[in-house]
């Protein structure tokens, strides 16, 4: 398989990665739209603050808001048994640029 060049938003997030301390071991996703070429969004496995984590980075043309999302889903889930993972950072650009930093999610 051929090797991919890296893009725009691989080299992008690889600067914010160094920025935070966020040590990239490999990406786990990554998903294109209307041309191969053109990646929208990518999930890295890795660790930040001594912790197993993901790194989640896209550039969409459809508008996200994920991590405000479940920053606000912890603020006010008060189940035990319906939770969702932690939220250590994220930087949103504009809502269809950005960033986040979760913990990679550990089944029992």
Do not use: C
Not at 28 to 48: E, M, S, T, W
């Amino acid at each position: 398989m051929k090797k991919q060049e890296k893009t725009q938003l691989h080299l992008w997030a690889e600067s914010e990665a160094e920025k935070v301390g966020f040590q990239i071991k490999k990406i786990l996703y990554q998903a294109g739209y209307y041309l191969k070429n053109n990646v929208r969004n990518i999930i890295y496995d890795g660790i930040f603050n001594n912790q197993p984590a993901v790194l989640k980075i896209y550039d969409d043309p459809r508008m996200s808001i994920e991590p405000i999302s479940l920053e606000a889903f912890h603020k006010h889930n008060i189940s035990k048994v319906l939770t969702a993972p932690e939220l250590y950072k994220f930087k949103i650009i504009a809502f269809i640029v950005g960033l986040s930093w979760q913990p990679v999610l550990k089944l029992d």
